[in-house]
């Protein structure tokens, strides 16, 4: 593989968020103090009490007249996705639902495309393996947030109602910003995705075949040519081959190549199926690590000197399907905070051993016979 294309480049200010507690309060206050708009790009919007003071925040950011756009996705939001349209578009907020389920018409009125019923039946049947995954957050077109976390409880420590998923997020402020609401304003359009200049120095997105191609290309030249360490952080680890070989790559360069993997799942079957994968990467000298505290959803790759994070898995579902998005920061002060949070979560998890990995399972080779959609 060639040397990673393009080198990161500096965010104006950039700082990492893991408590889910804070990252929406800090949200909350900044749709509060939004002053022209709010773009907010998110899967799952839940109808829960989180959802509740987001549905407030921002009816209450448009009835002031700043121009909120939501837009979420069809399957994620199922099946309170109608409803909570329906909610914040009486209150000014401008909706939209990607390919919205047929089991769910009355989210067809709130449709990303134009047309009939029967239009919209079957652009979700030709569409139905591809989610809008992305995870965004734009105020006043010069900050944003990007990360795992949905506007769901779950996200939320146990001390405040939630069921503490283990998420990572970062904030960002600087010229990169206006990708990320450029590319929010193609999506919400409707309109074919255009590469920006910038498109691989900052973001990653994939909403066309060929960013998805040099997103992809990007991440697996950048995990095989890393010079001193690939740290992966990861909620459903199902690698393409070409991450695979990546991966064993920079094992043999003499990298630290370290994976930190959940031990139990929301989808309970990918653990086993990402068991599939250990055994070859031990054996190259990567080390696994299990978590085991809670449900692990963050996603993040930690290369060298910067780090790639968002919204994107390690599996054929992101790198293949879904609509993603992840930044790329090298700010050294923000790199050295996620060393010191993966380092954290690794002490308190399992690490694995070779001579102790049970084999794979009937079940799980199942599972494996059907990555491509996973």
Same mark, same amino acid.
């Given at each position: ?12 200010? $950039? ?20 002053? &022209?708009?709010? !773009? ?24 002031? *007249? @700043?121009? @909120? ?22 209150? *000014?907020?401008?909706?939209? /639902? ?49 990360? $795992?976390?949905?506007? #769901? ?24 910003? =206006? ?37 992809? +290309?990007?991440?697996? #030249?950048?995990?095989?040519?890393? +010079?001193?360490? @690939? ?17 064993? +790559? ?25 068991? =599939? ?10 080390? /696994?690590? %299990? ?5 692990? =959803?963050?996603?993040? %790759? ?8 968002? $919204? ?18 090298? !700010?050294? @002060? &923000? ?28 079940? $799980? ?10």
């Amino acid at each position: 593989m060639s040397s990673s294309p393009v080198r990161p480049q500096k965010w104006q200010h $950039s700082h990492l968020l893991t408590d889910g507690g804070v990252f929406y309060e800090e949200l909350l206050d900044a749709i509060g103090g939004a002053e &022209t708009s709010v !773009d907010f790009e998110y899967y799952i919007f839940s109808n829960d009490a989180l959802g509740d003071r987001f549905v407030s925040a921002l009816t209450s950011a448009a009835q002031r *007249g @700043v121009q @909120v756009r939501v837009l979420i996705d069809g399957i994620g939001s199922a099946p309170s996705g109608p409803e909570i349209a329906s909610r914040l578009n009486r209150g *000014g907020v401008d909706v939209k /639902i990607y390919h919205p389920a047929p089991w769910l018409s009355a989210g067809y009125r709130w449709s990303l495309v134009r047309g009939d019923w029967l239009y919209k039946f079957f652009l979700f049947a030709l569409n139905i393996n591809r989610r809008n995954h992305r995870k965004l957050c734009v105020v006043d077109g010069s900050k944003a947030w990007v990360g $795992s976390l949905n506007i #769901s409880a779950e996200h939320l420590p146990a001390a405040a109602g939630g069921a503490g998923w283990r998420d990572y997020a970062v904030a960002l402020r600087g010229e990169g910003v =206006h990708f990320l609401q450029r590319g929010f304003e193609m999506q919400w359009l409707s309109r074919p995705a255009r590469l920006q200049r910038g498109f691989l120095a900052q973001h990653l997105s994939n909403r066309s075949r060929r960013a998805r191609r040099l997103k992809n +290309r990007f991440v697996t #030249s950048s995990v095989a040519t890393a +010079r001193s360490r @690939v740290w992966v952080v990861n909620a459903y680890f199902a690698p393409t081959a070409r991450l695979r070989r990546a991966l064993l +790559r920079a094992c043999r360069a003499g990298a630290d190549v370290r994976l930190l993997l959940p031990e139990s799942s929301d989808v309970r079957f990918f653990p086993s199926l990402s068991n =599939h994968y250990y055994s070859e990467l031990l054996r190259a000298g990567a080390r /696994i690590f %299990l978590y085991r505290a809670n449900v692990l =959803h963050a996603k993040a %790759l930690l290369i060298d000197d910067f780090f790639i994070l968002g $919204s994107s898995n390690l599996n054929y579902r992101s790198t293949l399907h879904d609509l993603e998005l992840d930044v790329v920061v090298d !700010d050294a @002060v &923000t790199v050295v905070k996620l060393e010191a949070v993966i380092a954290g979560d690794c002490a308190t998890a399992e690490e694995l051993e070779q001579e102790r990995l049970p084999p794979p399972t009937l079940g $799980s080779w199942f599972w494996y016979a059907l990555r491509y959609w996973m």
